[in-house]
């Protein structure tokens, strides 16, 4: 019987090669290849009065030098916004090299290429750019203000306003037996991965063909991005992510300007040309995310229960917007949780900024709709003088109301309508893990050690898997070697491992024998890209369909041999039997073998399918509607996102000297339906948790007003090491998802979602007082507890009365 | 007009090899062993010594190859991640302890940051008596220095402890 693969902590494949050293990231590619640098723009905004190379041209190695005046075609037009929305009413992008303005520090206006990196800065450091500065708009509120403007076309700097309601809600509001209207914010941070991005490319003049290697999570659309500004056919680029040193969704954004102008200057100077990305550049030149304002009014009764919602949110976009509204759509749709809400309106006004972009980052808007909604909550337990577990229950959609329609349309421009899930076991779950009715105990005994402890939850719900689609491709080889391919791309998440595991239990092979192949356009030119947590989603059902297409095809050709009927074979590694018949069988590869009908042998095993081995000759050797080989293709496209769901629970104590944060449990509770790899989900959320962390306590981008980032190193941005990420406690539950075959859903970014909502709760119980922005640090805590005028939670003073 | 092509030859014994490179002065070890000696197992994460993705291994020691000239190592040995398994002798490799419980512990994802953990935490065991049971705070001490952005290190560190352990029944 095959080994049981699909749900098993299976050792990851890749590791093989990445512990050894011998993985192959983007600066591992080209050894040879000439190098890029860019001259980036050091003022927010500013017209370019200039730009003399002069000092440049005599540095030895020198071999090319491009500004916007060399681009040409589609080249010199504005990058493309890349997802369009009715609600984006004045989008706005950059260009490869900067057109006459920069619009943040950062902006690339000069591309040198030079024998090695070291050459072409020297070169790029002897280039002067002069400027003109204008003036700068840095924070949600100067963008607000308008006062100056990003773009002179845009004058009140809103890109778009996104509104969404499901009712009338002033009326919903006036007739609720309580309201309360607070604002809070939430602050910039970016994903960092430690590879930054990178392209190679490499121009074949004889074949007229370019090849890229990009760290991106999308190669098929780089491919078609390259294509169309560079004016080559698709068939003549191709595009490979190679192994990625992590995305967290900043390499989902495309054609990123180095990515079409490296192989510009590839096939410009027929000579291969790499660059890859530093780490500063990665800080002023990538993208952030998270930035918002948010202004809540909820309406309640007497028992805590929602009556109606009104949320304006104000995020800041920064100074293009490639990537369209999708942050603030997603934010928007996310924000309502597993929570039923009768009424719900929400507009979200999308800012330019003079900063770097703002683009997807693992969570991609849903913790700053989980942060709105988890700490509505609160402030109604705290209001009615109700546990916050409890307030939490009484509001939750339960397991009888699925499908569940909350009458929105979500990211992929499909309604909201959660397909599974049971909330209140995610609940039942996560208060047990954390010990939520024990807490009072935990803060006398904490209180008598001098610290404050407090302890917070959040729940959330997540979009998972949007379409439009992904496809898998299964080939068995006559060797019995099972390849599988699909075109999304991978960043560490074990996808060779996970749809090996899919394919082996689908064809009843052994898992040794199945290879997988990802984010290859030789291979699959068909993908849309790893983001939403969507790969094990989309590409996994994509190739458990195509494996079920080889082997629909494999018992056909295998009862032919066998002089049985198809339904009553089954495969069992890699040997195709008749069910109870022992030795009635054939392998896998001979009929992989049979299925290629040949004139020519090559090998022994192919004398088995040569035109006077096989004997049937009534029939053509491939029948009509049939194809050689033993492969299936096949495509999964869903009508909808999935929806996963899960809760986080965080205690912290608090030192009232030094006013540390110390997270002293982080208990999770997590369920994406049907789990392919556990070891491979827990890995999931743990890093996902340490994001969270991150962002709700060290990571910030701390703009001063001129536009320049004062932490663009990893000095001082705090991406946070082995002692500042709690132990973590998780929990499963598996609610299958009824819309897809394998019944999953995503896991990739759920960690991260809870983290700033469940910490400020915590910090919020611990010192009493409103916490309203995030990330907080010791010693923006140690102002807000000297802050007479700071609010007071009504918890804290009902606990000072019932200790006085 | 630049002094850039001021160039030395430096030797360096690279995984128990002895190797050469003639390098300009002002190359950092991380780009001689990438660019030069072709070991592309050293990662340059941050390129200002915060990160450790680009540690290696000198005299014994880590150090972080970014912040090192290739010059300033002259007649070192270096071990880089593609030197921490052992030769069987067979053709094949013996992989470290530490690499084979970065393995079964699920302590990589993307794999970027690894090599600078495994070279670390490989010479921290090393280091150490390997017949004492480790304890949580010397785990702490030998993933403490480096950034990892993925695992959020809860399976690093049950890495350590379990090549620790293995070291130790070897030890026996």
Redesign the interface.
């Known amino acids: 019987m095959t080994t049981k693969l699909f749900g098993e902590p299976v050792?990851?494949r890749?590791?093989?090669r990445?512990?050894?050293?011998?993985?192959?990231?983007l600066?591992?590619i080209g050894?040879g290849a000439l190098a890029a640098a860019f001259v980036r723009s050091p003022h927010a905004h500013a017209r370019i009065t200039d730009v003399d190379v002069e000092g440049a041209l005599?540095?030895?190695g020198l071999v090319a030098i491009y500004t916007y005046e060399d681009l040409t075609g589609p080249m010199a037009e504005p990058l493309p916004v890349l997802i369009p929305h009715p609600q984006l009413h004045a989008p706005r992008t950059g260009h490869p090299l900067a057109d006459g303005v920069v619009n943040h520090v950062g902006e690339p206006v000069v591309m040198v290429v030079a024998t090695?990196r070291?050459?072409a800065e020297?070169a790029a450091e002897r280039i002067v750019v002069s400027y003109e500065e204008l003036p700068v708009v840095v924070g949600i509120d100067t963008a607000r203000a308008a006062e100056s403007c990003v773009h002179p076309d845009v004058p009140d700097n809103v890109a778009a306003r996104h509104h969404q309601e499901t009712g009338d809600v002033e009326p919903a509001l006036a007739a609720s037996p309580h309201t309360l209207t607070f604002t809070q914010t939430i602050e910039r941070s970016a994903?960092?991965?430690?590879?930054g991005k990178g392209v190679h490319a490499r121009w074949d003049p004889d074949d007229g063909s370019l090849r890229v290697y990009s760290s991106t999570q999308a190669s098929t659309s780089v491919r078609a991005a390259i294509a169309a500004k560079l004016e080559l056919s698709l068939d003549r680029v191709e595009v490979i992510a190679p192994?990625?040193?992590?995305?967290?969704g900043v390499k989902i954004v495309h054609p990123w300007p180095e990515e079409l102008l490296v192989p510009m200057a590839a096939m410009r100077l027929g000579r291969e040309v790499k660059w890859a990305e530093?780490?500063r550049e990665h800080f002023v030149s990538s993208a952030h995310e998270r930035g918002q304002r948010q202004q809540v009014t909820v309406g309640f009764d007497d028992d805590g229960r929602l009556t109606a919602l009104d949320v304006h949110v104000w995020h800041d976009n920064g100074a293009y917007t490639p990537y369209g509204i999708i942050v603030p759509i997603i934010t928007a749709t996310q924000l309502v949780g597993p929570y039923v809400i009768p009424v719900y309106r929400v507009v979200v006004e999308s800012l330019y900024t003079n900063t770097v972009i703002v683009t997807p980052y693992r969570g991609a808007g849903r913790p700053q709709g989980c942060f709105a909604m988890e700490r509505t909550m609160d402030r109604i337990a705290d209001s009615l003088g109700l546990d916050r577990a409890e307030v939490r229950r009484r509001n939750l959609i339960t397991p009888d109301q699925f499908p569940y329609d909350h009458h929105l349309t979500f990211q992929d421009g499909r309604p909201v309508v959660y397909d599974s899930g049971d909330y209140p076991g995610l609940l039942e779950k996560l208060t047990a893990l954390v010990g939520w009715e024990s807490v009072e105990e935990r803060r006398a005994e904490a209180t008598g050690r001098g610290k404050l402890l407090g302890a917070g939850m959040a729940l959330y719900v997540e979009g998972t898997g949007p379409g439009p689609y992904e496809g898998g491709h299964v080939q068995v080889l006559g060797s019995g070697k099972v390849l599988v391919s699909t075109g999304l791309t991978s960043?560490?998440?074990?996808h060779e491992t996970v749809f090996a595991q899919i394919v082996a239990s689908e064809l009843g092979v052994p898992m040794e024998d199945v290879e997988v192949h990802t984010g290859d356009t030789r291979r699959f030119g068909y993908a849309v890209g790893t983001f939403a947590s969507r790969a094990a989603v989309m590409s996994g059902n994509a190739v458990a369909l195509a494996a079920r297409g080889v082997r629909e095809k494999a018992l056909r050709i295998a009862a032919e041999v066998l002089e049985a009927d198809p339904s009553d074979l089954e495969i069992d590694e890699g040997l195709v039997q008749v069910k109870g018949t022992p030795g009635a069988s054939i392998p896998l590869r001979t009929v992989a073998v049979l299925s290629n009908p040949l004139r020519y042998a090559f090998d022994e095993a192919a004398k088995q399918a040569t035109q006077f081995a096989t004997h049937d000759d009534t029939k053509p050797p491939v029948a009509p509607g049939d194809a050689p080989g033993l492969e299936h293709r096949d495509y999964y496209s869903p009508l909808r996102s999935t929806f996963a769901s899960g809760a986080h629970a965080a205690v912290v104590e608090i030192d009232p000297q030094t006013w540390e944060i110390d997270v002293v449990q982080y208990a999770v509770v997590h369920d994406c339906g049907n789990v392919v790899n556990p070891?491979?989900v827990?890995?999931q959320v743990?890093?996902?948790?340490?994001?969270g962390v991150g962002g709700a306590l060290y990571e910030r981008m701390a703009y001063d007003a001129d536009g320049q980032l004062q932490n663009a190193?990893?000095?001082d941005f705090l991406?946070p090491?082995?002692?500042e990420?709690p132990?973590?406690v998780i929990d499963h539950q598996q609610t299958p998802s009824p819309l897809n075959p394998l019944g999953i859903k995503g896991a990739g970014e759920a960690?991260v979602i809870p983290g700033s909502a469940a910490l400020a709760s915590a910090i919020e119980d611990a010192v009493g007082r409103r916490v309203a922005a995030m990330p907080i640090s010791p010693s923006e805590l140690y102002d807000l507890v000297r802050d007479d005028t700071a609010e007071r939670t009504a918890a804290s003073a009902r606990r000072t009365g019932a200790t006085a | 007009?630049?002094s850039?092509?001021t160039e030395r030859t430096v030797s360096l014994t690279v995984n128990g090899v002895p190797r050469e490179a003639r390098v300009?002065v002002?190359?950092v070890l991380a780009d001689a062993l990438?660019?030069d000696l072709?070991?592309?197992?050293?990662?340059?994460?941050?390129?200002?010594g915060?990160?450790g993705?680009c540690t290696v291994l000198v005299d014994g020691e880590p150090v972080r190859s970014c912040l090192v000239l290739a010059v300033q190592v002259d007649g070192a040995a270096v071990t880089?991640?593609?030197g921490?398994?052992r030769d069987d002798h067979r053709g094949g490799?013996v992989?470290h302890p530490v690499?084979e419980a970065?393995?079964?512990c699920?302590a990589?994802?993307?794999?970027?940051?690894?090599?600078g953990f495994?070279v670390t935490i490989a010479a921290g065991l090393e280091a150490r008596d390997a017949a004492q049971e480790i304890t949580e705070e010397e785990v702490?001490e030998l993933?403490?220095?480096?950034?990892?952005?993925?695992?959020?290190?809860?399976?690093?560190?049950k890495a350590v402890r379990h090549a620790a352990a293995t070291m130790r029944e070897d030890a026996r």
């Not at chain 1, 960043?491 to 074990?494: A, E, F, I, V, Y």
């Not at chain 1, 743990?686 to 994001?691: K, N, P």
């Not at chain 2, 990589?108 to 090599?115: E, H, I, S």
């Open positions: 050792r990851r890749e590791d093989a990445l512990i050894t050293g011998r993985g192959r990231y600066d591992d050894a005599d540095v030895e090695d070291y050459v020297d994903c960092t991965p430690l590879e192994d990625v040193g992590g995305g967290f530093d780490r960043q560490g998440q074990g070891m491979i827990e890995g743990h890093g996902g948790v340490a994001q190193s990893f000095m991406v090491y082995a002692s990420v132990d973590v960690g | 007009m630049t850039i092509d300009p002002r190359r990438r660019d072709g070991l592309t197992g050293t990662h340059v994460g941050c390129a200002h915060v990160c993705s880089t991640v593609e921490l398994a490799q992989l690499q970065f393995r079964e699920h990589l994802q993307c794999g970027y940051c690894t090599p495994l702490d993933v403490g220095g480096n950034l990892c952005r993925c695992t959020g290190y809860a399976n690093i560190k």
